[in-house]
């Protein structure tokens, strides 16, 4: 195998082993590390766990079988440097002996930010880059956000027909989807910290918004209600997991009766600032959710009136768009409020992924500043 060929295996394993921290490390980023020795064998392997704990390259250390001098350390995010939940990694790294480092991408970190791969320059590890790197960028992309702004990564998806219908104009949009595509929201909703729906989402369609097709962590669960009115029947109030739904009323009904029988089911309340026209602050909003929740990405599951809050406060990072193959007629839009009035005012979005999904169409469309980040990766 050529170099090139064989830097790109072994990162692969690495972004796989990376994989493995989903739903786990949050608000952390996703990282995995594979060590080979020069006959081209895997000595050492890890990945980030847990949040607070050992980062992969230490747990890749912690597991090798031989010593590691003239060996070649592929990890998916440059080495830390900085003292935080852990010591720094960077220097225990440095004190291998490796002779190279093939790093997928430099930490968004501001106090790390390419002062890890310099670490390994100055200690003599050649080091490569590029290698896997939008693969890498993609899995860190909400971290990338959180760390940035303080703000979580927005993922909106929709389900629509052909004519751009997210419910039938009766209300209906069970399911709209395919079951493959079905299959997809559960696994996003298991890489995500929380999920957002609205109140006639919540009463019309009655969702779990739990992973249930597939292994994984369930998020939290929002709930846009400003006066407290939904119903106590919901599975959201009643399943095994109510302690992770959490209602958002207007802060003037934060210690009313309705709120007090909420808590009483176990469910929280949060008060959300409102704007002149009663509606949630969404920059607050999703500051509040950082803040107090950690919650470094926010899966929006709509419906129409919550997207376009969103989508008005230009805080919409990611579409997950699943287009059904069928027509409504007269249907309800995804975005029902004006955004933009013209093509040239518009959010622009990059469409980074577009794949059959059972019977639908998934795209996966990002803001065109981060695009070229993720745009065409490999594996
Ligand atoms: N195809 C899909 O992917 C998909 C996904 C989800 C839902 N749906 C469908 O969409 C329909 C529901 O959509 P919808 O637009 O009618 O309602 P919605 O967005 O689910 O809920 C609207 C309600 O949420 C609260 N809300 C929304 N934005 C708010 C803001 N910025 N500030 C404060 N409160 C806010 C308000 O309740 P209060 O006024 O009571 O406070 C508002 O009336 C249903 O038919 C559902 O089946 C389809």
Known sequence: MSKNTTDTYWMKKALSLAMKGTGTVSPNPRVGCVIVNRFNEIIGTGFHQAYGGPHAEIIAIRSLKEAADGATMYLTLEPCTIHGKTPACAPVVCDLGLSRAVIGSIDPNPQVAGRGVQMLKDSGVDVTMGVGTKEANWLIRSFKKFITTGLPYVTVKVAQSLD????????????????????????????????????QTALIDNPQLTVRELK???????????????????????????SKTIVCCAPSMKNSEKAKELAKLGVRVLPVPIDKKGNFKIIEFLGILSDQFFVSHLLVEGGGAVVSAFAQAACIDEFQLFVAPFL????KSMATLPVALSPDEASKYSIVEHKKSGADLHIIAVKTDSGKEFSERMF
């Open 164 to 199: 751009g219908g997210i419910a039938s104009s009766t209300g209906v949009s069970k399911w709209i989807s395919s079951e493959e595509s079905r299959k997809e929201v559960h696994a996003l909703r298991g890489e995500v910290d929380a999920v957002l729906v609205g109140k």
């Open 216 to 242: 994984g962590r369930n998020p939290l669960r929002f709930v846009f209600d400003r006066n407290l009115t939904l119903p106590h029947y919901l599975h959201i109030f009643t399943d095994s997991e109510h």
């Open 328 to 331: 409504f007629g007269a249907p």
